[in-house]
């Protein structure tokens, strides 16, 4: 039914945890194959991915957005995409609801057209990051822009009806969202938990990338112009 594509890069802790909370729907037959793009890892990525039964691809030097493109293309056995980030851990359970989410939308009259992603949560204790998971939830329900880290669940269709993830840099995952549409992505009640590491090295970084999101989600401004911002 699903076919999960996760981009990797020196991700062997990570990719440890994120498989983890794959065994379950696996083993359900809710998930056909996992496959690891690895966009030149240095580390012991490769190891986990085989001990864990994964198709590996190696795509050194390409970007996150190219290698889930190249890994959307050679998925072969779910006719719905599941694309993670290797620090992104589903809590368990969440493949009861992407089932019901998928059964829903082959029935519904434009549910092919329809893509899921799940509710975030930070691993961090503490009222800053509760109020951080408070302003994902309205980002991704008001704009229709969840994060990567989120995970986004689509059918194969209709990603190939969108042309897949464009070849940017950075903001390929707002970049998806805005053309698949804010009234086309079901927010699931399922969470993606994530430790929510700072992006860049300082505040000014943080700041300009942080805006360089809410330009392409509140503002409409395309991705491949904002990206300049982001760096």
């Keep these: 039914m699903i076919s999960v594509v996760v981009a990797t890069k020196n991700s062997e802790t990570e990719l440890v945890h994120a498989l983890s909370s794959l065994v379950t729907a696996a083993a359900e037959g809710v998930i056909r194959e996992v496959i690891i793009v690895d966009g030149g890892s240095n580390d012991a990525t490769e190891q986990v991915a085989d001990a864990a039964g994964c198709s590996w691809v190696n795509c050194n030097g390409k970007t996150r957005s190219e290698c889930l493109s190249h890994g959307a293309g050679l998925a072969k056995?779910?006719?719905w995409l599941l694309f993670l980030w290797p620090e992104t851990?589903?809590?368990?359970?969440?493949?009861?609801?992407?089932?019901?989410?998928?059964d829903r939308a082959s029935r519904a009259p434009n549910g092919l057209?329809?893509?899921?992603?799940?509710r975030l949560r930070y691993e961090s204790f503490g009222m800053s990051a509760r109020i951080s998971e408070s302003l994902a939830?309205?980002?991704?329900?008001?704009?229709?822009m969840p994060y990567g880290n989120?995970?986004?669940?689509?059918?194969?269709?209709?990603y190939q009806t969108l042309g897949g993830h464009r070849p940017l840099p950075e903001l390929e995952d707002l970049d998806i969202a805005k053309r698949i549409g804010r009234s086309?992505?079901?927010?699931?009640?399922?969470?993606?938990?994530?430790?929510?590491?700072?992006?860049?090295?300082?505040?000014?970084?943080r700041f300009r990338q942080a805006f360089?999101?809410?330009?392409v989600g509140a503002l409409r401004?395309?991705?491949s112009v904002a990206v300049k911002l982001h760096g």
């Excluded at 851990?89 to 998928?102: K, P, R």
């Excluded at 057209?113 to 799940?118: E, R």
């Excluded at 986004?152 to 209709?158: D, G, H, K, V, Y």
């Design 221 to 223: 401004i395309p991705a």
């Design 150 to 158: 989120q995970g986004l669940l689509i059918s194969r269709q209709f």
């Design 89 to 102: 851990l589903l809590e368990s359970g969440w493949h009861h609801e992407a089932q019901a989410f998928i």
């Design 77 to 79: 056995r779910g006719e």
């Design 184 to 205: 086309q992505i079901v927010l699931l009640r399922a969470a993606a938990v994530t430790a929510g590491a700072a992006e860049g090295d300082g505040s000014t970084t």
């Design 212 to 215: 360089a999101r809410f330009c």
């Design 113 to 118: 057209t329809t893509a899921a992603s799940f």
């Design 137 to 144: 939830a309205l980002r991704s329900q008001l704009l229709g």
